[in-house]
């Protein structure tokens, strides 16, 4: 194995909670010294968008036939409907003096790990340079302006990740919730392309330092130590009919680039280092790479009743807090849509071109029809027989699905341990169900350690898949990035890191606190309170 997997390993298994113990992080938490969830470059010419707020008429039913969704043309509304829909804010959360902003891209414990970057590579758009998204303000600060241009008029977004703001809260186990966060933002740039007719093609041979360069995020003296950023991930937007294209253009315009400002200061206090966090992502840092994408023939998921148009779901997006107990039965139409909506060859993984590694044990407390009890959706029928051979041998193996690959392991009343395995919260007992994201893990890394963030990214994509389609059927998702790992893992009877769980989610009929006061999201753009 080489040393890169090894360290990674060491990592996942150092950074598990367990019913004795949770993976290290701060003793205390100081609220009033929360990192800044808005990342501002003083010094660098603003570019403003137009307004946000803009309602498409593409209904997310749409959305299960994106070739069928008339493209629209690249303008400055357009890019700015992107930006929005993908990572611009939703809401304004007020109780009492606090005051938080909600984003149509979810983040654990709100904290918002995730940065957005344009690059335009001609003066068509924007001057060619590179651009970073203030969702605050709604605009682009541009960073970096190219003396070149192109021949070929193209649109990156480029994604990183501030991992102390995560760390901040979380400690250790934060890098694992960075990665989470970027699978989110992967997903909600899909659908916000797919709502303009566009779709994007994620550039997974590009290497983490080109990226870096792109980004200018090795430019070490323009941000504050410890509060640096990591590359993530690159894609292209896919405008009209393109054929592929290579990053590497990209880095001789980068090469012609002027740069301007430094990174503001999150204005927080650095109490606390967790250098576990730095060994893991040096250990996951990617090179350059020759990739072979895995490809499946894209079919619309079963049928959603959903009647509204996808900006106004992409924008009501909420997580859960809590959860109505006594909820009725979810009806058995919406859940196999949701199932359906998740599998690797509908429309929202048209952008994944990885073989699919997560598949969902599902807890099953309140479906029409289906027995409660203990359920698996195979993502790729083609594993039924490893995890067969790696699952408990007492699991039944019935078929409950003509068109998924979906099947009863064992009935029973599972709510108790539900809650309990997801570090006793109630929101995985008190819904309708509730899940974990099982990926084919040792192999895997060991196979390439980068591919440890991209197993975070896939279980992320699930995610803000489940949370669009949890509001599409009037309930309501919230992710779960805190459980017991291998009480998980025991339950299911696994016995090794061959298999291991990586996020869990829950859907359920969401109870509102009163107490709190919603704002629009960008009323402090128009001067008002």
């Known amino acids: 194995m080489n040393p890169q997997s090894t360290t990674l390993l060491n990592y996942h298994q150092r950074t598990k909670h367990s019913l004795q113990r949770y993976a290290k992080g701060p003793e205390t938490i100081d609220w009033e010294d929360q990192p800044d969830p808005f990342r501002r470059f ?41 930006l929005e829909l993908a990572f611009g804010l939703s809401a304004w959360k007020q109780y009492g003096p606090s005051r938080w902003a909600l984003r149509c891209n979810p983040s654990s414990g709100n904290l918002h790990p995730t940065e957005a ?37 193209a649109v990156f977004i480029g994604l990183s990740s501030v991992h102390w703001r995560e760390a901040w809260k979380y400690g250790e186990r934060a890098f694992r919730y960075c990665q989470h966060d970027i699978g989110h933002a992967l997903a909600a740039l899909r659908y916000a392309a797919a709502c303009l007719g566009w779709s994007i093609d994620i550039l997974l041979a590009a290497a983490d330092a ?71 992502a040096a250990a996951a840092h990617k090179p350059q790479t020759q990739e072979n994408p895995w490809q499946v023939e894209m079919r619309p998921p079963l049928p959603t009743a959903c009647a509204k148009t996808a900006s106004q779901i992409i924008r009501q997006r909420r997580s859960a807090q809590q959860f109505d107990g006594n909820m009725p039965d979810l009806a058995a139409a919406d859940f196999f849509r949701m199932l359906s909506a998740v599998m690797p060859d509908a429309p929202a993984f048209g952008c994944w071109q990885t073989l699919p590694k997560v598949h969902l044990f599902v807890f099953v407390h309140r479906v029409a029809g289906l027995t409660p009890g203990l359920y698996v959706l195979l993502r790729d029928a083609t594993s039924l027989a490893a995890l067969q051979s790696a699952t408990a041998s007492a699991f039944a193996w019935q078929k409950q699905h003509d068109a998924l690959p979906f099947y009863q392991l064992h009935s029973g009343n599972f709510k108790q ?113």
């Open 42 to 82: 003083p010094g660098c010419p603003p570019v403003p968008l137009p307004a946000p707020g803009q309602n498409l008429p593409v209904r997310f039913a749409d959305l299960d036939q994106p070739q069928n969704i008339p493209a629209q043309a690249l303008s400055l509304t357009s890019i700015g409907l992107l």
């Open 417 to 529: 341990i539900a809650k309990t395995v997801s570090c006793h919260q109630p929101i995985a007992s008190d819904s309708a169900f509730s899940l974990g994201m099982v990926a084919e893990f040792s192999a895997t890394v060991q196979a390439a350690p980068w591919h440890y963030r991209r197993l975070f990214w896939e279980c992320g994509i699930i995610g803000q898949v489940l949370y669009l389609e949890a509001e599409a059927a009037g309930v309501r998702g919230t992710g779960i990035g805190c459980y017991f790992d291998d009480s998980v893992h025991e339950i299911l009877g696994i016995t090794d890191n061959a298999w291991q769980s990586l996020y869990h989610f829950t859907v359920g009929k969401p109870l509102e606190d009163s107490r709190l006061q919603t704002l629009p999201p960008y009323s402090h753009l128009q001067g008002e309170s």
């Open 210 to 280: 080109d990226l870096a360069t792109l980004l200018g995020l090795d430019r070490h003296g323009d941000f504050k130590h410890n509060e640096q950023e990591s590359p993530d991930v690159l894609c292209r937007m896919q405008i009209s009919e393109q054929a592929a294209v290579s990053y590497q253009p990209l880095l001789a315009l980068s090469a012609t680039a002027s740069w301007a400002g430094k990174a503001e200061s999150l204005k927080a206090y650095h109490l606390h280092h967790w250098p576990v966090i730095d060994e893991a």
């Open 117 to 153: 970057y344009l690059i335009a590579t001609d003066n068509y758009l924007v001057p060619a340079g590179v651009y970073h998204y203030l969702s605050h303000d709604h605009l682009l600060e541009q960073r970096a302006q190219f003396t070149d241009t192109a021949a070929e008029s």
